[in-house]
């Protein structure tokens, strides 16, 4: 499930399904979706931040609901969609706190925030390529601004995982702290964003982010690509050994 809770001007996605090291379901896609969009609309919300739980921000997709939702490559309706979308549209500063595990999207996602703070136990990996797939979330425009095409390659295409100081040293991460006071740093640099005035800081981050056309488009490419992928003879069998072994 994903709790979403109002502290003073900061709005809080927190992801919560430790049973399952937070592998997001189609109604958690739902509702940090619906969460980002409605931030957009409501002047009272200055800052968004997405946390996770000790040891596990995200494992990624749940896949067996991953696939009941884009069953046949047609992913148009699927709620994974509508949260890419969302983060390509949020107009609200977005900060996260990571603290062990963030897989695939987990890693992908950040690359749209603004801060994001990550404990030393934390690893970032994208294991798309080894399912058959490819990049999303924009990270394959994202990806290489940020830290240059080798070490995007090497992030999103080999699927080499990289530790926190790695993540760090990528740009991704902007500070490792402790485990112990991550949620509570994290809360307190949005807490700081959100004092900040509003015109002059949505104006800022406009002029940073630049012209989000392109990046829209990547997100719909890749989307288009992504669902071709689920189709092909590569994923299949991909998943299908993913499933096997899970199930062991």
């Known amino acids: 499930m994903i709790r979403i809770e109002r502290d003073g001007a900061v709005q809080i996605l927190t992801m919560d399904r430790p049973e399952k090291k937070n592998a997001l379901t189609g109604e958690m896609y739902s509702a940090m979706a619906e969460a980002i969009e409605a931030s957009n609309k409501d002047d009272n919300i200055r800052v968004n931040a997405i946390l996770g739980q000790p040891e596990v921000f995200t494992a ?13 490559g047609n992913m148009e309706g699927a709620p994974v969609v509508r949260f890419l979308r969302a983060l390509g549209n949020n107009e ?4 996260a706190g990571v603290d062990g595990l963030a897989i695939g999207v987990g890693t992908t ?10 404990s030393a136990r934390s690893l970032f990996k994208t294991p798309f390529i080894d399912l058959g797939l490819v990049p999303e979330a924009g990270s394959s425009l994202l990806g290489p601004r940020l830290m240059g095409h080798a070490r995007a390659f090497e992030l999103l295409c080999l699927g080499q995982g990289f530790d926190a100081e790695r993540a760090r040293e990528a740009g991704i991460v902007n500070h490792i702290v402790g485990e112990d006071e991550l ?3 994290t809360l307190a640099t949005a807490a700081a964003i959100a004092e900040k005035p509003v015109e002059a800081m949505r104006l ?6 630049g012209d989000r056309a392109e990046l829209k488009e990547r997100i719909e490419k890749e989307i288009r690509t992504f669902a071709e992928r689920l189709t092909s003879k590569e994923a299949f069998a991909a998943f299908n050994a993913f499933m096997a072994k899970s199930k062991r």
Do not use: Q, T, W, Y
């Open 109 to 118: 996602l950040l690359f749209h925030c603004d801060m994001v703070l990550a």
């Open 92 to 95: 609200k500063p977005l900060v």
């Open 183 to 185: 949620k509570a740093r």
């Open 60 to 72: 990624g997709n749940d896949i067996g609901d991953f696939l009941k939702s884009a069953a046949g």
């Open 204 to 209: 800022s981050r406009d002029l940073l982010i």
